[in-house]
């Protein structure tokens, strides 16, 4: 069995590895840090934790303000009330200011679970990268999350990490080297390409596994971390050389990774597609388990897709 | 102390924020669109900050250890970048560019452009907000800049405002001092109809800031309660100015439509000439 870790759990650890390497690092949380981790950095640097209360657009003001005078802010609330509630602060003071505040938001997705639709962010991506000068990155796994905490407090400018609730297998290798803008190939294949981002990668990964088994079809599996600014030339590189796509994501189909994608190809190599997310309708209480079945995010949606648009 | 080389006599001040007030009236003439009312209302408060508060150096903007202004309420840009432009951050030709296309004073303030402008802003109830991590970060640092901010008596009605106020209180921001341009006014009316948040002082009040009342068109009280601010340790302050919307220009006083409208070309000279 491979190890499972939240993504949150590896977001508070490196918050602290970051927090001893870097003086300038602050941290900012609206009242749910011992569920986003933050409270590991609380406990360890008190003076450089700000506990706003429940108050996330006056956390995103905040933040921009500390931002401004040199610090590295890192804003954390579940995923919903960062990129909903306080969606026009990040825009206009941060964005627009392109400051050096980092946004990571825990709890995405349907994988929430038995929370229910109020706390289920399926919006955040395509809510986050609509706006200008912002980077959003979505790990797969706590060995991702853990790279991509350190490489955004290294560059300059707005991120926002989204990161779930559950725990998840770990699927990459600690020596492997992460880059924002960067996809992956995760397996190669020449019948069509699964694009994943999240906690999506490994059904993609168990998806191609079962295919190949079966026979006959050879899908080449993509992790996608960066969604923006996502990787042109892989997704090209991959439409031309397997001549069909299949997108998932634990977000709504409009606006998430799929239409990141979508966007690349219509303009530049142009094949079938199918996308793997949920259709426009809210969330639900459940394991995620139950969850993923009924929105449709299984390994054997996957397949079904593949085997559609290699059809086609 | 740093920037200016001589403190400015309250004469002076009075000259400087009638120099700035035709700076407005003459750039949002030129425009054609833009804010008078609340660029005037606040315009003596802003000369004082600028010609006698602040410790800023216009050779050097960026100065870690310079005082920050944050002006909340954006709409109110003409009288921050005269303010800039009068205290030699930028020539004042460049004042008569303002909302033109390749302009760096867009219509309302964006962060460096130019030096001097602090952070962006425009959507109002944001900007007390970012005062706050500016004072958090002062702390931090164990330096002893001050932040000032801004406020609009209508922006106040936004609850990021009373968010930040209670965090400003929490964490015992006394390098911040907030200014209300208590003019009275907002888009749609006066503020009692449009949507009546008195009592204004106690609610200030009672989210633990120090709070102070004055006239803001007297440099005498302006500049007390500035100084009086920096007395005050352990918690914020709010100098609730009272002023008037559209201040110095006859026929834009306590008029409502001046909010966001600028004046045509008659209107222009008939301004400047009171001006003068
Ligand atoms: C969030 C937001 N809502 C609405 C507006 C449009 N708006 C611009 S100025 C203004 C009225 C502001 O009134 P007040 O704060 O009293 O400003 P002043 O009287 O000083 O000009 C409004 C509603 C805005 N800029 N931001
Ligand atoms: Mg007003």
Redesign the interface.
């Known amino acids: 069995m491979t190890e499972m870790i939240a993504t949150r759990d590896a977001y508070g650890k490196t918050l602290v590895r970051l927090g001893e390497i870097d003086k300038d690092v602050v941290v900012l949380d609206a009242d749910l840090s011992k569920s986003t981790k933050t409270h590991d950095f609380a406990k360890k640097f008190p003076e450089r934790f700000f506990q706003m209360g429940i108050s996330e657009q006056d956390m995103m003001g905040t933040a921009a303000g500390l931002a401004t005078c040199g610090k590295i802010p890192f804003a954390s609330t579940f995923a919903i009330f960062a990129s909903g509630r306080a969606w026009e602060q990040i825009r206009n003071t941060i964005c627009y200011s392109n400051l050096n505040v980092k946004i990571v938001a825990t709890h995405a997705g349907i994988s929430v679970g038995a929370d229910g639709s109020s706390h289920q962010c399926i919006e955040d991506i395509s809510l986050m990268r609509t706006i200008a000068n912002m980077t959003v990155i979505v790990p797969c796994d706590a060995v991702e999350t853990g790279k991509a905490v350190m490489t955004a407090a290294a560059m300059k400018g707005p991120v926002y990490i989204r990161l779930g609730r559950a725990k998840v297998p770990i699927i990459l290798n600690e020596d492997e080297d992460f880059e924002i803008g960067k996809g992956k190939v995760l397996i190669d294949g020449s019948d069509a390409t699964i694009i994943a981002c999240g906690i999506m990668v490994e059904k993609a990964l168990e998806a191609a596994q079962k295919l190949r088994v079966r026979g006959g079809t050879n899908c080449r599996v993509i992790n996608i971390s960066t969604i923006k600014p996502i990787d042109e030339q892989l997704i090209i590189k991959a439409a031309r050389e397997t001549r069909a796509i299949v997108t998932a994501e634990e977000h709504m189909s409009k606006g998430g990774l799929g239409s990141a994608v979508a966007e690349v190809i219509v303009e530049n190599e142009p094949v079938p597609m199918r996308m793997i997310a949920i259709k426009d309708r809210f969330g639900e209480s459940g394991d995620p388990g139950e969850l993923f079945r009924e929105f449709g995010l299984t390994e054997d949606d996957i397949i079904k897709a593949v085997e559609e648009v290699v059809k086609k | 102390m740093f920037g200016l080389e001589e403190q400015m006599s309250i004469e002076k001040l009075q000259v400087k924020a009638t120099e700035i007030r035709r700076d407005i009236i003459a750039m949002l003439g030129e425009a054609g669109s833009g804010h008078p009312g609340g660029s005037l209302s606040a315009a003596d408060i802003v000369t004082a900050l600028y010609f006698s508060v602040l410790n800023i150096d216009h050779k050097n903007p960026r100065r ?1 250890d310079r005082d ?1 202004f944050v002006l909340s309420k954006g709409h109110a840009a003409p009288l921050l970048y005269s303010a800039l432009a009068e205290r030699g951050y930028f020539p004042k030709d460049e004042l008569m560019s303002l909302r033109k296309f390749g302009s760096r004073l867009q219509g309302h303030p ?2 460096g452009s130019p030096p001097g402008v ?6 109002l109830g ?13 702390k ?2 164990g330096k002893d800049y001050r932040v000032y901010a801004l406020l609009g008596d209508g922006e106040i009605e936004e ?2 405002i009373w ?2 106020a ?2 400003a209180a ?2 015992k921001l006394d390098n911040l001092c907030a200014i209300l341009d208590f003019n009275g006014l907002q888009i749609d009316g006066p503020i009692v109809e449009v949507m009546n948040s008195n009592p204004i002082r106690e609610k200030w009040t009672a989210f633990r800031w120090n709070t102070m009342e004055i006239d803001g068109h007297n440099f005498e009280e302006i500049l007390r309660a500035f100084e009086e601010a920096k007395k005050i340790k352990g918690k914020p302050t709010i100098i609730i100015a009272h002023t008037i919307k559209g201040k110095g220009v006859s026929f834009m006083e306590n008029v409502v439509d001046f909010h966001g409208k600028a004046p045509t070309k008659e209107q222009t000279r008939q301004a400047l000439e009171e001006l003068s």
């Open positions: 870690e920050r964006k962060i602090e952070i962006s802003s425009g959507s944001q900007g007390l907000s970012v005062a706050n991590g500016m004072a958090m970060a002062g931090l640092d609850g990021q968010e930040a209670m965090t929490h964490y």
